[in-house]
């Protein structure tokens, strides 16, 4: 996944002829390995133990990234993919500090 992040990263920072055609060939490498994740994470979800309260907080937490990661897919599929812009309110600046 991190590779993926920096190879659509350096597509979109670099120039240079078929800029476009390289961002969006990456941002779907980066999409599909990401929904991989999502799917295998929201199947699993349901296997983890929940022995005691910790264990109760770790699978609350994980839910709330996997919202976090799905949302993350969505824009980053509406902005590189549908070439749409994405109103403020929607956009996703930190999954620590949501309320920014």
């Given at each position: 996944?991190?590779?993926?992040m ?24 980066y ?34 990234f ?35």
């Amino acid at each position: 996944m991190k590779g993926l992040m920096r190879e659509l990263g350096k597509a979109s920072s670099s120039g240079g002829k078929n800029k476009r055609d390289r961002i969006v060939i990456a941002a779907k490498r980066y999409l599909n390995k990401s929904e991989a994740l999502s799917k295998r994470m929201k199947c699993g979800l349901a296997s983890f133990p929940v022995n005691d309260n910790e264990d109760l907080a770790l699978n609350i937490a994980l839910e709330h990234f996997i919202v976090l990661m799905d949302k993350h897919i969505d824009l980053i599929e509406r902005r590189i993919i549908k070439n749409e812009t994405i109103p403020h309110q929607e956009k996703l600046f930190s999954i620590v500090e949501t309320y920014t």
